[in-house]
């Protein structure tokens, strides 16, 4: 943002920004910070063997993130890919230009709140129903 919008030293702020754009830039540091941060920070843990049992700074376990742990599965994991491969996008768009961040954000960051969404309400069920027809459909003869 700041190569696109601000001169070089100025903040990045409403003011040398301008309204629209300070609250993209608002918005994307929050799905870094709500949504991504977890995320990284349990792949860390499963990257340093910490399977079972996630470990905190200060060798404690990290009951917060065992029980992230705990709960993931197969569509939640389905999901989170998704709303990284859209914040990626995003990235991407912003990368490219000015114009291709401005044109597509909003349809770009309507599919994070889509997933956040799917992974607020995890329809699980609804998810091992469908593998199950699709299952029985590829097994027909």
Do not use: C
Not at 16 to 33: N, P, W
Not at 48 to 65: R, T, Y
Not at 97 to 115: D, I, N, P, Q, T
């Amino acid at each position: 943002m700041r190569k696109h919008w601000v001169a070089k030293g100025d903040d990045l702020s409403e003011l040398t920004l301008g309204h629209d754009t300070f609250a993209r830039y608002q918005t994307l540091r929050s799905v870094i910070g709500q949504d991504l941060r977890p995320l990284i920070e349990l792949r860390n843990k499963l990257a340093h063997g910490q399977w079972v049992f996630p470990l905190s700074q200060s060798n404690e376990i990290a009951k917060e993130q065992k029980a992230a742990l705990e709960n993931e599965h197969a569509l939640s994991l389905g999901l989170k890919s998704r709303l990284l491969d859209s914040f990626a996008d995003v990235v991407h768009d912003l990368v490219v230009s000015r114009k291709a961040f401005e044109g597509s954000f909003e349809r770009r960051y309507r599919s994070m709140l889509k997933v956040r969404q799917e992974l607020a309400e995890r329809r699980f069920d609804h998810f091992v129903a469908k593998l199950r027809t699709k299952r029985k459909r590829d097994q027909r003869p």
